[in-house]
């Protein structure tokens, strides 16, 4: 492969904050708050193997790796949780004399508000159908579940596949560039970033100092 491996979560950062993922891909900062440890307690509860289950008509399996090797994607991941259903017009796998659908479904802790999912979630269980597709010669579907609300939302991966195909290789163009040149995005007019774990990192607050001397002089009778 000429071009950069990527990873599929790295996808869902950059969409939702090119300069967030930069600090996070180039600069390796990381800084947590609580958004981000009820995600992790999420898709640590939900990545136990013990999970994996055959129930009639339908197969569950929980972080299956998976990915697409071929360009533009290269793409390399795991799902949260991957469904198989039994249907006739679906695949084989393995050889199987069955035939299934296979469903992706994404964790996410909180629902946003006013909309039936972000943009950037979607995208990110797209590359994970270009995945799952390549491997077992499939068409999915993807579903989001949030825990908050304990609700599945449908991703119209199918029916807007090539709008979604085009963005995603023009984002994978964009993030491999920034990757070549080792620089972080610049921070997008009206980011939303109340809600950032990195918010500290990228925008740290600054102490207003009204005389600039008598602070230089603070300091000097400190070192003494």
């Known amino acids: 492969m000429s071009s ?28 947590e708050n609580i958004f981000v440890t009820k995600a992790n307690l999420m898709h640590k509860r939900v990545h136990d193997p013990k ?19 071929l360009e533009p994607y ?9 469904e198989l259903h039994e249907n006739k017009n679906g695949i084989s796998i393995n050889g199987s004399k069955e035939k299934y659908q296979i469903v992706i479904v994404e964790y996410k802790p909180t629902k946003p508000k006013n909309q039936e999912y972000r943009e950037d979630d979607l995208m990110q269980v797209f590359a ?6 390549f491997v077992f010669g499939s068409d999915c579907k993807g579903v989001i579940y949030y825990g908050d609300v304990k609700k599945r939302v449908a991703l119209p991966l199918q ?5 979604y195909d085009d963005f995603l290789r023009k984002t ?50 400190a070192s003494i």
Request: proline residues 4%.
């Open 74 to 82: 290269n793409l390399y991941g795991m799902t949260d949780c991957m």
């Open 172 to 221: 994978l163009e964009e993030m491999r560039d920034y990757l070549k040149r080792g620089e972080i995005p610049p921070i997008r007019k009206n980011q939303k970033c109340s809600g950032c774990s990195m918010k500290d990192l990228c925008m740290p607050s600054m102490k207003k100092i009204n005389d600039v001397r008598n602070e230089i002089e603070k300091i000097e009778r």
């Open 128 to 133: 994970q159908k270009l995945c799952i597709d």
């Open 4 to 31: 950069v491996e990527i990873a599929i979560r790295s996808i869902q950062h950059y969409l939702y904050c090119p300069h967030r993922w930069g600090l996070l891909e180039i600069d390796k900062a990381w800084e």
């Open 159 to 163: 029916e807007h596949f090539q709008q």
């Open 51 to 69: 999970k994996n289950y055959i129930s009639r008509g339908k197969k569950v399996f929980t972080s299956v790796p998976i990915y697409n090797d």
